[in-house]
DNA sequence: TGTTTTACTATACAATTGTTGATGTTCTTT
DNA sequence: AAAGAACATCAACAATTGTATAGTAAAACA
């Protein structure tokens, strides 16, 4: 198998555009008719370039040409995670019907698409000296583990207590939730329970 | 006309889980055999849905329909963004050749849709007190006037120097680019050219 | 040199798909 | 009670669209 042709990359980058200024796909004639060429050129491009892993079709199914990865068109792999709340404000409950809103985030900003995501919104300035300010949206990984000096989101006690971000520093039997703000003490327990861990963060200037 | 009918609420949630999916609208028979229903009550639906501003589609053209905004479906408003580089190293030209790769924001989460955004990697300390790390990843709205205490992208002198990320300090014919970092010196200068103002900042932890 | 790949033309068939007419039931609103 | 909207069926037509056959020709490769 040799690397894409200039005519191929061509026809490559007319799909992706054409998909992103239609919101569809072409058909076999969109792609005919805008080389002004025959219907089967374009089927004969298409499965060079599905065989080159550039685009996938579905058999049969009319507009279904997806443009996946590649080297020479990769494709902006997108991960939708839900804002699900604000922390300590509440319980932010960890279901699709509080979702305020869908973030996309790309990703490549994440470390592993197969892991769930979820957002909050931060609320106070217990972990100002991370650099995590009111107001910024945390992204987490859902996860019931931490290791030591991972940020974590966690409830102490009873869930409608409200969710807190910590820096997670367990010791012998007990686990200590520091915030990272000198003003404020940490939060010493027996046991609680982790939702997940800081993966992103984003904060809106406006 | 009345708000959606819970029938046609699934059959626009169904549509926008399809295309989620397969990545390709479902066609008129796709939505009818899910729904175990007719042809034409499925291009009743889609007529209904889109008198109601639910959907959209093009007349003729199969797997057209569009989910767009409204109140029942919010269709989340993307805006892509490029990446041109790093901040402080070398020079990151403002041009879509350099763009390492686009970025998606919710358009909710900026100010406004028509403005022209670009992204930049932070490099170095320089605004550690004001929460913005090494690493960081600035999203600033392109613009060439600032107001004072507002985070800009400026560059001194010659461009090829490169770009900084300071608090912008106009003060009767100088201009100050102050760092947030106490351990670092304002610059002090007759004229700079400023790129854009900070808007959104995105932080990886991994 | 021969083989493979690329890049097409022209034509055609069949499946997919959008669209419509005629018609009826149920429910809500006026 | 009347009117309209919503929801539905069956059947049919026409346009769109994927796929295929039968070639031609040039370029790339071994």
Chains 1, 2 share one sequence.
Not at 137 to 146: D, G, M, P, Y
Not at 177 to 192: E, H, K
């Amino acid at each position: 198998m040799r690397e894409l042709t200039q005519r191929q990359k061509d026809v490559a980058t007319f799909i992706s555009t054409f998909i992103k200024e239609h919101n569809y796909a072409p058909s076999v004639r969109d792609i005919a008719d805008h080389f002004q060429f025959s219907v089967k050129a374009a089927h004969d491009h298409l499965k060079a370039l599905e065989a080159k892993q550039v685009i996938k079709t579905k058999s049969g199914i009319s507009r279904s040409i997806e443009v996946i990865g590649s080297e020479f068109f990769p494709r902006e792999e997108m991960i939708q995670i839900p804002l699900i709340g604000s922390i300590a404000a509440g319980m932010p409950l960890m279901s699709e019907e509080n979702t305020e809103y869908l973030l996309s985030i790309p990703a490549t900003m994440l470390r592993n698409t197969r892991n769930t995501y979820f957002a909050l919104r931060i609320r106070g300035e217990s972990m100002i000296e991370e650099g995590i300010y009111d107001g910024d949206i945390a992204i987490l990984r859902k996860c019931e583990v931490a290791d030591t000096g991972d940020i974590v989101a966690a409830t102490v006690g009873e869930e409608e207590m409200g969710i807190t971000l910590k820096l997670y520093y367990p010791s012998n039997g007990n686990i200590e939730l520091r915030p990272a703000n000198s003003t404020m003490g940490p939060i010493i327990t027996r046991s609680c329970k982790i939702h997940g861990k800081l993966h992103l963060l984003i904060r809106n200037y406006a």
